[in-house]
């Protein structure tokens, strides 16, 4: 099976740097996708990482490293309307179609 | 304006009812699919179609039914199979093989 952890909840100040980790187990997958959703809302995609390393859109940024099963999400310059809840997903790819996701990370954004 | 619309945005109905989700794209994407959410969750996965005429279980299928007859629509059945089917449905497209999905706005179904 598989299986993601995310931290519930997490905290940051307007403008400043925030980082959301994702920890999984698998036995195998194509890559790690990153989803926004705010309360009541339809999630919406950030970004995927089909190989390790870093990649950046704009003021987010994301992250894999497949020998260390671990990802992360990055916002920079942190904004009121980035308050919101962030899911990473694993995706299984080879025909498969299907993402798993995490149970996702609570953003508060404070003044 | 290119996108999922899913209707009503809430639903209610009475138990041992089967009640049906709509879901209607116009991105012109071969690949839909359905998943549950439950609060503080994540979403998961119910059923999903990558090409018309054809569809395959998810992770929770129990108690639901699809049926995938035109490209740009995939209705949800929520039976009375379905034990605990109050929860918020989403549904969602892909160009290619799923890892960018579009979503819908989502129903809110509650069975009382």
């Known amino acids: 099976g598989q299986s993601l952890e995310q931290p519930s909840e997490v905290t940051a100040v307007e403008g400043a740097i925030v980082q959301i980790n994702c920890t999984y187990q698998?036995?195998?997958?194509?890559?790690l996708s990153w989803y926004q959703q705010h309360d009541g809302g339809a999630p919406t995609f950030l970004s995927y990482?089909?190989?390790?390393g870093l990649e950046e859109t704009g003021r987010f940024s994301s992250f894999l490293s497949r020998s260390d099963s671990y990802g992360y999400l990055l916002l920079q310059e942190l904004q009121m309307k980035d308050s919101a809840s962030y899911f990473c997903?694993?995706?299984?790819?080879?025909?498969?179609?299907?993402?798993?996701f995490g149970k996702g990370t609570k953003l508060s954004v404070i003044p | 304006d290119g996108g999922i619309t899913q209707s009503p945005k809430y639903l209610f109905r009475k138990e041992g009812q089967n009640v049906t989700l709509s879901c209607e794209q116009n991105?012109?994407?071969?690949?839909m699919y359905w998943y549950r959410q439950d609060p503080g969750q994540g979403l998961r996965l119910i059923y999903y179609?990558?090409?018309?005429?054809?569809?395959q279980k998810g992770d929770i299928a129990e108690g639901y039914s699809v049926s995938r007859e035109k490209k740009e629509s995939f209705p949800l059945t929520v039976t009375s199979a379905q034990k605990n089917p109050t929860a918020f449905y989403l549904c969602?497209?892909?160009?290619?093989?799923?890892?960018?999905?579009?979503f819908g706005p989502g129903t809110r179904l509650t069975v009382t």
């Open positions: 991105l012109n994407h071969d690949a």
């Open positions: 969602a497209s892909s160009i290619g093989q799923g890892s960018e999905q579009y």
């Open positions: 990482n089909g190989l390790d």
């Open positions: 698998t036995s195998g997958f194509y890559g």
């Open positions: 997903a694993l995706f299984r790819g080879a025909g498969s179609y299907q993402l798993t």
């Open positions: 179609s990558q090409i018309v005429n054809d569809f």
